[in-house]
């Protein structure tokens, strides 16, 4: 969890300037010259995120894009009462902790008619593992391409409590708290029973699942979708259990040196693992908001690699990473445009170019199913 007390002041005019040159590089002018034109009023949209999280995701083409939208990006001190700050039409943030709660709910009794994106109580939803997937256990699609699932797992209070019978090696254990934070992505693949000793309690214990090393990740910003493949952990073999790993662990960071799959055959993989089809996708995408309540999330799949048609999502995060996307300025200015204005986006969907880890299926706009 960040600080609320390491944020300054407020951005002002002059500030916001700075953060728009505050890189050498510009934005792209394919994204802003010919893109639709909104109403003339301009919306002030106030963001109150983690300072890494402003340096990463606040770019000087998304500041610059949204103005040129008619988007005023507005930073929000966590600090101070944000009825103290201004007018916002539209409030984003990804901060956590009571201070934080008390200061949005007080805002939000103020006006409630301004968009909160999103609600505490729904982003507290993702903030435990142990609940994260139940909303995803109780998906019911209608599509006939594929089911979805997720990977079966326990909760460990002490070593001694598991079950050995439960399920099989390996397993993947993982902390309880699944927000932004080093702890949170200390992941371990577990092989023996034995190596559960040297594990510090509580954690979820997930089964590893053989995916051909591919992982899907579903980003999700209001009804626009993207969908990209990317690298994932290598598969586990039954020879890789005995010597390799003969502690009976192994940290996620550590498992692709000690496995016999060079960097050649996981891009011969990447390349040839094909995308799950659009009406698929955005299901899954249309019901997932349904369930949690929120608008900004991402979902990783893999594809079971023990059935010919089964996908498991195997993780969940609030707010991710959207400017690993390509052109994610157009997509996330959308989102708010939508958010703010009574004139829908039109949808831009297509195949965006780029290496093998970066290519995406652009899969907007869920209403239009």
């Known amino acids: 969890m960040e ?22 590089s510009v934005a792209d002018p394919t994204l802003s010259p010919s893109l ?71 805002f939000s009794s103020h006006y409630p008619s301004v968009p909160i994106i999103d609600l505490p109580d729904a982003v507290s939803r993702l903030q435990n593992r142990i609940s994260m997937l139940s909303f995803a256990s109780d998906l019911r699609l209608s599509s006939s391409f594929a089911t979805v699932g997720v990977p079966r797992q326990i909760f460990v209070h002490e070593p001694t409590s598991y079950p050995a019978a439960d399920l099989p090696f390996p397993l993947i254990a993982k902390p309880i708290a699944a927000a932004d934070s080093a702890e949170a992505h200390d992941l371990t693949i577990v092989f023996r029973p034995h190596a559960l000793l040297r594990l510090k309690p509580p954690f979820i214990l997930q089964e590893f699942v053989n995916h051909g090393g591919v992982v899907f990740k579903l980003y999700v910003a209001g009804d626009h979708v993207r969908l990209v493949k990317r690298k994932s952990l290598p598969d586990v073999v039954s020879d890789d259990n005995s010597e390799k790993f003969a502690d009976g662990w192994l940290q996620f960071s550590r498992l692709s ?61 609030y707010f991710p990473g959207y400017e690993k996307l390509e052109s994610y300025e157009t997509m996330f200015t959308d989102f708010l ?12 969907a297509g195949v965006c170019p780029g290496d093998e880890e970066k290519v995406q299926l652009s899969y907007l706009d869920m209403r239009s199913g």
């Open 257 to 317: 040196n000690v496995t016999s799959v060079n960097s050649s055959d996981e891009a011969a993989r990447l390349q040839s693992a094909e995308m799950p089809p659009m009406s698929f996708v955005m299901e899954i995408a249309r019901e997932m908001k349904k369930s949690i309540g929120l608008n900004l999330f991402n979902i990783d799949l893999i594809k079971d690699e023990r059935f010919s048609n089964h996908y498991l999502m195997i993780d969940i995060n």
């Open 337 to 348: 445009l939508n958010i703010v204005s009574e004139d829908p986006v039109e949808n831009h």
């Open 3 to 24: 600080d609320s007390t390491i944020y300054q002041s407020p951005i002002v005019s002059g500030d916001l300037r700075a953060l728009q040159h505050r890189e050498t």
């Open 36 to 106: 639709p034109s909104h109403s003339q009023r301009r919306y002030r949209i106030g963001f109150a995120l983690p300072p890494k999280k402003q340096r990463s995701f606040l770019r000087p083409s998304l500041v610059s894009l949204s103005g040129n939208r008619g988007l005023d990006v507005l930073l929000i001190d966590p600090a101070l009462p944000i009825t103290a700050q201004g007018h916002f039409d539209c409030i984003l943030h990804k901060l956590y902790g009571e201070p934080w709660t008390s200061n949005l709910l007080s």
